[in-house]
């Protein structure tokens, strides 16, 4: 179940309210929805959300709790001027529960910073009060440079031996 594709033709809309429902996912579309301010979609089914919604500037309110969502896009780390972000009782692994725990500028700012990470193959993850390195780093095989300062590490994983381009 997901809201029709042909929603976006709601181009005035600035309020989309859609708790409580039996919703599986959101349409692509919904990055086109540029007037939204506010999207409460709790209580769904929801497992994914589309990198669209990285279109949504405007969008001050995002309630997602007791969803199925495993993973955030690292696009919604463009909505920084997000002023809620629920994500109470959902599965996530990214970004990890530390971050996550540390509020809506901190899961923005990790986001964020995986997004510039992965197109200039430097990451940034200094400060993210990380226990581990998260497993999505060792997606980025062409990484040239790793920042983990200033986190709660008390190892570094054998894993970053297949970084042959880190310095």
Request: glycine fraction near 4%.
């Amino acid at each position: 179940h997901q809201l029709p594709s042909n929603f976006e033709r709601l181009t005035a809309l600035t309020d989309l309210r859609a708790d409580n429902n039996k919703l599986t996912a959101l349409p692509l579309e919904i990055g086109g929805m540029l007037r939204l301010t506010e999207m409460r979609i709790s209580g769904n089914m929801i497992a994914k959300i589309p990198e669209s919604i990285s279109n949504l500037k405007s969008l001050n309110i995002l309630h997602l709790q007791s969803n199925q969502l495993r993973r955030l896009p690292y696009e919604l780390g463009m909505l920084s001027d997000l002023q809620q972000l629920d994500l109470r009782y959902n599965p996530l692994a990214i970004p990890p529960p530390e971050v996550v725990a540390d509020g809506k500028d901190k899961v923005i700012e990790y986001l964020y910073r995986f997004l510039v990470g992965k197109r200039e193959n430097a990451l940034n993850l200094s400060g993210m009060s990380l226990r581990s390195v998260p497993p999505e780093v060792f997606e980025m095989d062409q990484l040239t440079s790793l920042n983990l300062c200033h986190n709660k590490l008390e190892r570094l994983p054998e894993d970053l031996q297949k970084f042959p381009h880190l310095i």
